[in-house]
């Protein structure tokens, strides 16, 4: 049987470098590209983490791509402080990886999109782990892609639990709520992979420790990359038993849709400035109507999940 295709939109961190990780092991699952995007730092400190880490895992067959480098609805990005926080000021823990030995692609990630839309159709998955705005904009440039797309699952919202940077937002859906909501009421097929479930996914330093041990490049790498995240999950008070595998969640779901359990709606994003800017919640105007193309994950078999991950990660970075 002939692999599914994933493309990974990425605002290149801690867990977007896990996420990385997951999509090159996973034997069901061919990574065609990386479309890159702002957040957890700057759209080109992202992609050139996205090179750094690929070269580090011995793939530098797959394509990066530059996105868009602010939202929809803005002229300029800045990172936030507690992005930094988290993911240090060069987004991948402070760990100092070699400049990498090529460049990114010429072709825009948002023309990347359309192209392999089109290419590879319903075997075609796309995971954005960031703002959703390359994915609106491919959307708005060509609307026919979202009748040929696969799947789209994505990290971000929150439906059943609080918000990460307000009570109600959570930070991916918080960066362009518009184009959020422009992605969520398009007929692509949707998996919000949000909140609700990453949040009960956590690693500790027990698991980093195993990367540690293979003595490899790549498992020194992501095990010290990994453990500045888990230190900051403590300092800042986030959970003090470990960090969230958010974006790694994501893939995982991508590729095996029964690691969660969801409900289907039709979503909404809140992107008018007030108190519930950037929520993400069903569309009461859609109540009734049939064929919902969101589904929520809403619980997850964590210890099937974690399993998994370590699974993964353990076999490509004996080998890297």
Same mark, same amino acid.
């Given at each position: 049987?002939?692999?599914?295709?994933?493309?990974?939109?990425?605002?290149?961190?801690?867990?977007?470098?896990?996420?990385?990780?997951?999509?090159?092991?996973?034997?069901?699952?061919?990574?065609?590209?990386?479309?890159?995007?702002?957040?957890?730092?700057?759209?080109?400190?992202?992609?050139? &983490?996205?090179?750094?880490?690929?070269?580090?895992?011995?793939?530098?067959?797959?394509?990066?791509?530059?996105?868009?480098?602010?939202?929809?609805?803005?002229?300029?990005?800045?990172?936030?402080? /507690?992005? #930094?926080? +988290?993911?240090?000021?060069?987004?991948?823990?402070?760990?100092?990886?070699?400049?990498?030995?090529?460049?990114?692609?010429?072709?825009?990630?948002?023309?990347?999109?359309?192209?392999?839309?089109?290419?590879?159709?319903?075997?075609?998955?796309?995971?954005?782990?960031?703002?959703?705005?390359?994915?609106?904009?491919?959307? #708005?440039?060509?609307?026919?892609?979202?009748?040929?797309?696969? @799947?789209?699952? %994505?990290?971000?919202?929150?439906?059943?639990?609080?918000?990460?940077?307000?009570?109600? !937002?959570?930070? &991916?859906?918080?960066?362009?709520?518009?184009? !959020?909501?422009? /992605?969520?009421?398009?007929?692509?097929?949707?998996?919000?992979?949000?909140?609700?479930?990453?949040?009960?996914?956590?690693?500790?330093?027990?698991?980093?420790?195993?990367?540690?041990?293979?003595?490899?490049?790549?498992?020194?790498? %992501?095990?010290?990359?990994?453990?500045?995240? +888990?230190?900051?999950?403590?300092?800042?008070?986030?959970?003090?038993?470990?960090?969230?595998?958010?974006?790694?969640? !994501?893939?995982?779901?991508? +590729?095996?849709?029964?690691?969660?359990?969801?409900?289907?709606? %039709?979503?909404?994003?809140?992107?008018?400035?007030?108190?519930?800017?950037?929520?993400?919640?069903?569309?009461?105007?859609?109540?009734?109507?049939? &064929?919902? @193309?969101?589904?929520?994950?809403? &619980?997850?078999?964590?210890?099937?999940?974690?399993?998994?991950?370590?699974?993964?990660?353990? #076999?490509? %970075?004996?080998?890297?």
């Amino acid at each position: 049987m002939a692999k599914r295709k994933m493309i990974l939109d990425l605002d290149t961190g801690v867990d977007d470098a896990l996420a990385i990780a997951y999509a090159l092991a996973d034997p069901e699952v061919d990574l065609i590209g990386i479309v890159s995007s702002y957040g957890n730092n700057l759209l080109d400190v992202c992609a050139e &983490n996205s090179l750094k880490l690929l070269e580090l895992l011995g793939h530098t067959d797959i394509p990066v791509f530059k996105g868009l480098p602010h939202s929809c609805t803005t002229e300029h990005f800045d990172v936030m402080q /507690v992005s #930094k926080d +988290i993911h240090g000021d060069n987004g991948i823990g402070d760990v100092e990886l070699p400049a990498p030995s090529r460049a990114l692609e010429e072709q825009s990630g948002v023309d990347f999109y359309i192209e392999a839309a089109h290419k590879y159709g319903k075997d075609l998955i796309i995971i954005p782990t960031g703002p959703m705005t390359n994915l609106a904009a491919a959307l #708005k440039k060509d609307p026919e892609i979202a009748d040929l797309i696969g @799947n789209v699952t %994505f990290m971000g919202g929150a439906l059943t639990v609080e918000g990460n940077v307000t009570p109600v !937002a959570e930070a &991916n859906i918080n960066q362009d709520p518009k184009a !959020a909501d422009e /992605v969520m009421k398009s007929n692509l097929p949707l998996t919000m992979v949000g909140l609700d479930v990453t949040l009960r996914t956590l690693l500790t330093k027990n698991e980093t420790k195993q990367w540690r041990e293979l003595g490899t490049a790549s498992g020194k790498a %992501f095990a010290d990359i990994t453990d500045f995240y +888990i230190d900051a999950y403590y300092n800042l008070d986030i959970d003090k038993r470990g960090c969230a595998l958010h974006d790694p969640l !994501a893939v995982g779901v991508g +590729i095996d849709p029964s690691f969660v359990s969801t409900i289907s709606l %039709f979503m909404k994003v809140v992107y008018q400035e007030g108190p519930y800017y950037g929520r993400t919640i069903g569309d009461n105007a859609k109540l009734n109507d049939p &064929n919902p @193309n969101v589904k929520v994950a809403v &619980n997850v078999d964590k210890e099937r999940y974690l399993k998994a991950f370590m699974d993964h990660l353990n #076999k490509l %970075f004996k080998e890297n």
